[in-house]
Nanobody
Framework: QVQLMESGGGSVQAGESLTLSCGVS????????AGWYRQPLGNQRELVAT???????NYLDSVKGRFSISRDNAENTWYLQMNSLKPEDSADYYC???????????????WGQGTQVTVSS
């Protein structure tokens, strides 16, 4: 029932910036957090950033200080601002809704189509 739509990806050079957006339709009352994942070509998905309903954020170590996750509660939309991009940031990026607790973040919303980010050196 919940539908996710990622947008904002593209091709940039190292050092440049992109902002990804995720629009959500349907009920989100059962989720307490949102998260962005990425999947580099040939690799498994990794969790990039999470944000709770209270606004608490967590980041993958390799993106700390460069990426920022935010949420617009009124519009059921959240964002991933990516600055100082590096070639190793190249991946398909996915937004999710799920649960964050002491054990970590678990997505449970299903997966959208993703948006591709390519960073060249």
């Amino acid at each position: 029932q919940v539908q996710l739509m990622e947008s904002g990806g593209g091709s940039v050079q190292a050092g440049e910036s992109l902002t990804l957006s995720c629009g959500v339709s349907g009920s989100i009352s059962t989720f307490n957090a949102a998260g962005w994942y990425r999947q580099p070509l040939g690799n498994q998905r990794e969790l990039v950033a999470t944000i709770t309903r209270d606004g608490r954020t967590n980041y993958l170590d390799s993106v700390k200080g460069r990426f920022s996750i935010s949420r617009d509660n009124a519009e059921n939309t959240w964002y991933l601002q990516m600055n100082s991009l590096k070639p190793e940031d190249s991946a398909d990026y996915y937004c999710t809704l799920g649960t964050l607790n002491a054990a970590g973040y678990t997505p449970s919303s299903g997966w959208g189509q993703g948006t591709q980010v390519t960073v060249s050196s």
